[in-house]
């Protein structure tokens, strides 16, 4: 992520804003950091006092969009769904619009660390098992797929 320089003139601060992209600044320690410490929030006022892991990534050729295992999440912010405006996808959408879409998807994944049930069931490929480019290749190869044990 390209540094900001305090004490700068608004509108340089603004052209450097604006130079930023989607990779930089979903891949950046600064988003990651916000991410995990809104969903430290939102765990905390559910009574779930523990830590998510996120691991973000820029994989365009990935198909993963975002999962969880229940200790971490993971989100692909290169997919089309957070880049590309699905009534014309042709058309890209700002920076702001495709975090903002992130950010709602970081949460749907908190979404499953609260109400699914993970004792119960069986993941094919643990997502604490795979880091960047065993992820990839995993998901790839669609083996991400919940498996009920009853």
Same mark, same amino acid.
């Given at each position: 992520? +390209? +540094?900001?320089?305090?004490?700068?003139p608004? &509108?340089?601060?603004? &052209?450097?804003?604006?130079?930023?992209?989607?990779?930089?600044?979903?891949?950046?320690?600064e988003? +990651?950091?916000?991410?995990?410490?809104?969903?430290?929030?939102?765990?905390?006022?559910?009574?779930?006092?523990?830590?998510?892991?996120?691991?973000?990534?820029?994989?365009?050729?990935?198909?993963?969009? &975002?999962?969880?295992?229940?200790?971490?999440?993971?989100?692909?912010? &290169?997919? +089309?769904?957070?880049?590309?405006?699905?009534?014309?996808?042709?058309?890209?959408?700002?920076?702001?619009?495709?975090l903002?879409?992130?950010? $709602?998807?970081?949460?749907?994944?908190? $979404?499953?660390?609260?109400?699914?049930?993970?004792?119960?069931?069986k993941?094919?490929?643990?997502?604490?098992?795979?880091?960047?480019?065993?992820?990839?290749?995993?998901?790839?190869? $669609?083996?991400?797929?919940?498996?009920?044990?009853?």
């Open positions: 992520m +390209k +540094k900001v320089i305090r004490n700068v608004e &509108a340089m601060l603004r &052209a450097q804003i604006s130079e930023l992209t989607l990779e930089d600044v979903s891949t950046s320690a988003f +990651k950091r916000i991410i995990e410490t809104s969903a430290a929030a939102v765990l905390k006022a559910h009574n779930r006092n523990r830590y998510i892991k996120f691991i973000m990534q820029y994989a365009p050729k990935d198909p993963m969009t &975002a999962c969880t295992d229940n200790s971490m999440c993971y989100l692909n912010a &290169a997919h +089309k769904m957070f880049s590309e405006d699905p009534n014309s996808p042709e058309d890209e959408i700002s920076v702001k619009d495709s903002q879409r992130i950010y $709602g998807a970081s949460f749907h994944e908190i $979404g499953h660390v609260l109400y699914t049930c993970f004792s119960e069931m993941l094919c490929v643990s997502c604490s098992k795979m880091e960047t480019s065993m992820f990839q290749q995993s998901s790839s190869q $669609g083996t991400w797929q919940y498996i009920m044990t009853n």
